[in-house]
């Protein structure tokens, strides 16, 4: 008689998938796309910054121009009739205010006026803007004066001559110009750069 208690076959269910590999693509997809993410911002910023650049150094040489243009103004031009223009500011009248920067420099206040340079200077620096500048008559001053940038302009303003005696020493006009890239307005959101000198005249 045959034995009918045989064993019976182990059923094998199939292995369930624990989903790892999902989890790591997902986790490197994720990566990914912070890295990504952090590339262009990074980018954003260093062409952000490059434009800064670039717009200072062009107002820069906007503000340059118009202190060069102020100066062949002043060397080519006698002081008598440099002193007839209502935009030159006298400053040996007693009570008349020579700030070294204008009050108006950044903004778009109309005392002092500015005189602005030719639609040829500006599109020759490829700029939006046109440079304007400014000047201050400072009286006469011994030749030999010292009025290198080491010194202040306040001092030779109230009469410090830096070397030279009496009336034997020769003199010369001296000014002060103040230069600026552009004038400021409500929309402009441009950089403004603004320079200075002293310059001897006739």
């Known amino acids: 008689m045959r034995n009918m208690n045989l064993p019976s076959r182990t059923r094998r269910m199939p ?6 590999a999902l989890i790591m693509a997902i986790i490197m997809l994720i990566v990914a796309t912070l890295a990504g993410i952090a590339g262009i911002r990074g980018s954003s910023l260093q062409e952000k910054l490059s434009g800064n ?7 820069l040489q906007a503000a340059e121009a118009a202190l060069k243009a102020a100066e062949l103004r002043i060397v080519s031009t006698n002081r008598e009739d440099l002193l007839k223009d209502t935009t030159i500011v006298d400053c040996t009248v007693a009570a008349t205010n020579c700030p070294p920067i204008p009050a108006n420099a950044f903004n778009t206040g109309t005392t002092p006026q500015w005189t602005t340079l030719t639609t040829t200077t500006n599109s020759s620096l490829k700029a939006d803007t046109f440079p304007q500048y400014f000047i201050q008559y400072l009286g006469l001053k011994n030749s ?4 290198d940038t080491s010194q202040s302009a306040i001092p030779l303003q109230y009469g410090a001559t830096g070397g030279g005696s009496g009336s034997d020493s020769p003199q010369n006009a001296t000014y002060r110009v103040i230069a600026r ?13 603004l320079v200075s000198s002293l310059i001897k005249g006739n």
């Open 53 to 59: 650049l670039y717009d200072r150094a062009i107002a």
């Open 181 to 193: 890239s552009s004038q400021p307005t409500a929309n402009n959101d441009r950089s403004i750069a």
């Open 144 to 147: 030999n004066a010292v009025t």
């Open 15 to 20: 292995a369930q998938q624990g989903g790892i």
